[in-house]
T-cell receptor, first 111, second 115 residues
Framework: DQQVKQNSPSLSVQEGRISILNCDYTNSMFDYFLWYKKYPAEGPTFLISISSIKDKNEDGRFTVFLNKSAKHLSLHIVPSQPGDSAVYFC??????????FGAGTILRVKS | GAGVSQSPSNKVTEKGKDVELRCDPISGHTALYWYRQSLGQGLEFLIYFQGNSAPDKSGLPSDRFSAERTGGSVSTLTIQRTQQEDSAVYLC?????????????FGQGTRLTVV
């Protein structure tokens, strides 16, 4: 039972353009959502999060949008940079308990 | 150290042997997680420790897998009678639980190869 889904295995974007990574979830009890970035041979690093009481959170080039009615989450990166090339995971939790991760999306930013 | 530390970073073991993987969480973090990532796959939840509560073991794939967290700090994941399908990167994360939601911080992982 995949409660968190990232349906795009990969995404390729030109440097300077916007990258949009998408995530869908099925559990309406999720109240906290996070995005992580992972480089090869390293552990995931936290990027940005959003509580279910908000619909947008912004941190520099990264913005996360939450659409609770559609159970949809997205991460916008603008402008995209070659160093952003990595695997991006979305994750969700209920009441601060275990994090459920999606399968990840490989982002390639071309210079 | 300042971050989550895992050891060893790499482990090659023969099929049928037992292995122990260690995680040192960030000091003061009450929540600790184990995940694994098999080749080309996402992060698979294994087990979650939260303070003095009973751990959530719902992700452990078989009874060959077990984990302990001693003194609310260091955790050990043990895999008995390893199989080739156990080959994966095992990731540990810790989190500061509190009134507000917080992010989890991951270690660099232990790459386990069963030959």
């Amino acid at each position: 039972d995949q409660q968190v889904k990232q349906n795009s295995p990969s995404l390729s974007v030109q440097e300077g353009r916007i990258s949009i990574l998408n995530c869908d979830y099925t559990n309406s009890m999720f109240d906290y959502f996070l995005w992580y970035k992972k480089y090869p041979a390293e552990g995931p690093t936290f990027l940005i999060s959003i509580s279910s009481i908000k619909d947008k959170n912004e941190d520099g080039r990264f913005t996360v949008f939450l659409n609770k009615s559609a159970k949809h989450l997205s991460l916008h990166i603008v402008p995209s940079q070659p160093g952003d090339s990595a695997v991006y995971f979305c994750a969700a939790s209920v009441g601060g308990n275990k994090l459920v991760f999606g399968a990840g999306t490989i982002l390639r930013v071309k210079s | 150290g300042a971050g989550v530390s895992q050891s060893p970073s790499n482990k090659v073991t023969e099929k049928g042997k037992d292995v122990e993987l260690r995680c040192d969480p960030i000091s003061g973090h009450t929540a600790l997680y184990w995940y694994r990532q098999s080749l080309g796959q996402g992060l698979e939840f294994l087990i979650y420790f939260q303070g003095n509560s009973a751990p959530d073991k719902s992700g452990l794939p078989s009874d060959r897998f077990s984990a302990e967290r001693t003194g609310g700090s260091v955790s050990t994941l043990t895999i008995q009678r390893t199989q080739q399908e156990d080959s994966a990167v095992y990731l540990c994360a810790s989190r500061l639980q509190g009134r507000h939601h917080t992010e989890a911080f991951f270690g660099q992982g232990t790459r386990l190869t069963v030959v």
